[in-house]
Nanobody, 123 residues
Framework: QVQLVESGGGTVQAGGSMRLSCRES????????MAWFRQAPGKDREFVAA????????YYADSVEGRFTISRDKFENSAYLQMDDLSPEDTAVYYC????????????????WGKGTLVTVSS
């Protein structure tokens, strides 16, 4: 059973930075994509960023391009989301997402989900 556990959420002031981590366990084999989604209060879950198995290719939502950076450490079975220049509009529960690489786009979501971590950006 694949499990994804997020960490690193909390409260930060507008203009600040925060780094989220996601650790995967239980995968038996195969290359897989890791991604981040978020869901703001009263809104649908939306794609934030994704990174391929090699780590060489990344994808970002327009709303975070240039401010967020996704990365991964295959040896640690982990993915990270570095968030800079945060604004109150970034307030949301952030979810780690992972699954088999069936090719982009990845904004529909992959097989496995974490439980989420809350990020609050105060003005």
């Amino acid at each position: 059973q694949v499990q994804l556990v997020e960490s690193g959420g909390g409260t930060v002031q507008a203009g600040g930075s925060m780094r989220l981590s996601c650790r995967e366990s239980g995968r038996t084999s195969g290359a897989y994509v890791m991604a981040w989604f978020r869901q703001a209060p009263g809104k649908d879950r939306e794609f934030v960023a994704a990174i391929t198995w090699s780590g060489l290719t990344t994808y970002y939502a327009d709303s975070v391009e240039g401010r967020f950076t996704i990365s991964r450490d295959k040896f640690e079975n982990s993915a990270y989301l570095q968030m800079d220049d945060l604004s109150p509009e970034d307030t949301a529960v952030y979810y780690c997402n992972a699954g088999s690489d069936l090719g982009p786009p990845y904004n529909a979501g992959l097989e496995y989900w974490g439980k989420g971590t809350l990020v609050t950006v105060s003005s």
